[in-house]
């Protein structure tokens, strides 16, 4: 390793366990097969803990997100003692849904075909001719089918499976790594939910790994590059990748540096990150030909300024948090890119019916300290504060922009899809700075060997 490599390793996060792969065959048929989807619904699916609904978003008793994912349907719903249950979205009596509208306040829940009412804790409390059921009444007998439901940095997980461990075992190192970012405090500013012409797993893919920022990202300068001009080193080299016996990645990029140019004599720190600096009160010509001092420059600022500005998680992380760019992937279906004050959601739902189709949330949550009105910034960019995005933008793909690097991605998603088909595909041949895609992969089979 060399010096300026060395430079880059982060000192306060050690790696995982980073077990060993079996090195199983990656084909296209997990792609396009209805065989693999349906093996996907049987054996996977119903064993996963899922990242839902959110909080905030549901604080008084009665208030509920719908949200469906694949072929089910779930309702989460703000209980009087304030805890949160969810139901499958379906009532017990022949099966009609219960409601389409995404959110709502309800003390009942009225199914539209035959009238029968649940309450808000599952419980059926009308249900017409109820003496007329040879099995007995059925307010005596049916609730509506709840699912485990646990919530952690202000979302809300389920799980189908009523012997599945806590979402705390589930999470491994994650659970730690995020708590110092007081992540239920942040808002939701952006809120895209995209119709996908692809597999989930292709998505998945894509964000399990860093192979494909130079060329997809930067391809005037595909093979020579060695860093982006967001100031995030992206070497594979001085790059800490991290697996976690749970099934999660990690992925740390050093960043806050100046673009490659700025190393030179003579060089100049050029936007985003020139203006991330004077945000900070960093002046960046007094860093002309200094690019890998900026970095130091930078958490240094935010530690002194920070606090004053109503930043109140910044005493919990360490300097690398502060700049680095925390890429994780949580199995199965959710990555995540998590900076000191932006939180990138990235999720894939399966399609219920089609395996070439899946939905793809783009969501951008940020920290909200009182005192700061100014535009969230980071060394990838300059996102405008705004409104809230309660509700999300739903669309097809193509109709609207997700923002330059996600429709770089989006891009290839499709190109990928049309050339798994083919039987001149004879199989994924994967780098090292791959292995957590291959990781993903092992880790679905391993739920078709349960």
């Given at each position: 390793?060399?010096e300026?490599d060395?430079?880059?390793?982060?000192?306060?996060?050690?790696s995982?366990?980073?077990?060993?792969?079996k090195n199983i065959?990656?084909?296209?048929?997990?792609?396009?097969?209805?065989?693999?989807?349906e093996?996907?619904?049987?054996?996977?699916?119903?064993?996963?803990?899922?990242?839902?609904?959110r909080?905030?978003?549901?604080p008084?008793?009665?208030?509920?997100?719908?949200?469906?994912?694949?072929?089910?349907?779930?309702?989460?719903?703000?209980?009087?003692?304030d805890?949160?249950?969810?139901?499958?979205?379906?009532?017990q009596?022949?099966?009609?849904r219960?409601?389409?509208?995404?959110?709502?306040?309800?003390?009942?829940?009225?199914?539209?075909?035959?009238?029968w009412?649940?309450?808000?804790?599952?419980?059926?409390?009308?249900?017409?001719?109820?003496?007329?059921?040879?099995?007995g009444?059925?307010?005596?007998?049916?609730?509506?089918?709840e699912?485990?439901?646990?919530?952690?940095?202000?979302?809300?997980?389920?799980?189908?499976?009523k012997?599945?461990?806590?979402?705390?075992?589930?999470?491994?190192?994650?659970?730690?790594?995020?708590?110092?970012?007081?992540?239920?405090?942040?808002?939701?500013?952006?809120?895209?939910?995209v119709?996908?012409?692809?597999?989930?797993?292709i998505?998945?893919?894509n964000?399990?790994?860093?192979?494909?920022?130079?060329?997809?990202?930067?391809?005037?300068?595909?093979?020579?590059?060695?860093?982006?001009?967001?100031?995030?080193?992206?070497?594979?080299?001085?790059?800490?990748?991290?697996?976690?016996?749970?099934?999660?990645?990690?992925?740390?990029?050093?960043?806050?540096?100046?673009?490659a140019?700025?190393?030179?004599?003579?060089?100049?720190?050029?936007?985003?990150?020139?203006?991330?600096?004077?945000?900070?009160?960093?002046?960046?010509?007094?860093?002309?030909?200094?690019?890998?001092?900026?970095?130091?420059a930078?958490?240094?600022?935010?530690r002194?300024l920070?606090?004053?500005?109503?930043?109140?998680?910044?005493?919990?992380?360490?300097?690398?948090?502060l700049?680095d760019?925390?890429?994780?992937?949580?199995?199965?279906?959710?990555?995540?890119?998590?900076?000191?004050d932006?939180?990138?959601?990235?999720?894939?739902?399966?399609?219920?019916?089609?395996?070439?189709?899946?939905?793809f949330?783009?969501?951008?949550?940020?920290?909200n300290?009182?005192?700061?009105i100014s535009?969230?910034?980071?060394?990838?960019?300059?996102?405008?504060?705004g409104?809230?995005?309660?509700?999300?933008?739903?669309?097809?793909?193509g109709?609207?922009?997700?923002?330059?690097?996600?429709?770089?991605?989006?891009?290839?998603?499709?190109?990928?899809?049309?050339?798994?088909?083919?039987r001149?595909f004879?199989?994924?041949?994967?780098?090292?700075?791959?292995?957590r895609?291959?990781?993903f992969?092992?880790?679905?089979?391993?739920?078709?060997?349960?």
């Amino acid at each position: 390793m060399s010096e300026i490599d060395k430079k880059f390793q982060s000192k306060n996060f050690k790696s995982w366990n980073n077990s060993d792969l079996k090195n199983i065959p990656v084909d296209g048929k997990r792609y396009n097969s209805h065989a693999f989807m349906e093996k996907e619904w049987e054996f996977m699916w119903p064993k996963v803990w899922l990242l839902l609904g959110r909080e905030e978003e549901i604080p008084n008793p009665g208030d509920y997100q719908m949200e469906d994912f694949g072929k089910e349907s779930f309702l989460m719903v703000r209980q009087d003692d304030d805890s949160i249950k969810s139901f499958y979205n379906v009532c017990q009596h022949r099966g009609a849904r219960l409601t389409f509208s995404d959110v709502g306040t309800a003390e009942t829940f009225n199914c539209p075909y035959h009238g029968w009412k649940w309450r808000k804790d599952g419980k059926l409390i009308e249900a017409q001719d109820s003496e007329d059921f040879p099995q007995g009444d059925p307010c005596q007998n049916l609730r509506l089918e709840e699912v485990k439901t646990e919530t952690f940095a202000g979302f809300i997980w389920i799980n189908m499976d009523k012997n599945a461990c806590s979402l705390k075992e589930w999470l491994g190192p994650i659970w730690d790594d995020w708590q110092a970012y007081e992540i239920h405090k942040w808002k939701r500013y952006v809120a895209q939910t995209v119709n996908m012409p692809c597999n989930w797993k292709i998505i998945l893919d894509n964000f399990n790994e860093s192979y494909h920022l130079n060329t997809v990202h930067a391809p005037e300068k595909a093979v020579t590059k060695k860093r982006m001009p967001s100031g995030v080193d992206t070497s594979y080299k001085s790059t800490q990748f991290d697996l976690s016996d749970e099934g999660h990645n990690r992925m740390i990029m050093q960043a806050g540096y100046g673009p490659a140019g700025s190393f030179e004599e003579g060089g100049i720190i050029e936007d985003p990150l020139a203006t991330v600096m004077r945000d900070w009160e960093i002046d960046p010509d007094n860093f002309t030909g200094r690019g890998f001092d900026t970095r130091e420059a930078i958490q240094k600022a935010k530690r002194k300024l920070g606090p004053k500005r109503g930043y109140t998680h910044y005493e919990n992380l360490h300097d690398e948090q502060l700049t680095d760019a925390f890429h994780y992937t949580l199995f199965p279906n959710f990555a995540v890119s998590l900076w000191a004050d932006g939180f990138h959601f990235l999720r894939a739902r399966p399609h219920a019916t089609d395996p070439e189709k899946c939905v793809f949330d783009n969501w951008w949550y940020a920290s909200n300290p009182k005192n700061e009105i100014s535009p969230i910034r980071s060394t990838v960019g300059i996102h405008e504060r705004g409104n809230f995005a309660i509700e999300p933008d739903i669309f097809n793909h193509g109709e609207k922009s997700l923002g330059q690097t996600i429709d770089q991605d989006a891009v290839v998603f499709i190109f990928q899809q049309y050339g798994l088909r083919s039987r001149g595909f004879n199989g994924a041949y994967f780098a090292g700075q791959e292995k957590r895609v291959h990781r993903f992969h092992e880790m679905i089979e391993s739920y078709f060997e349960e």
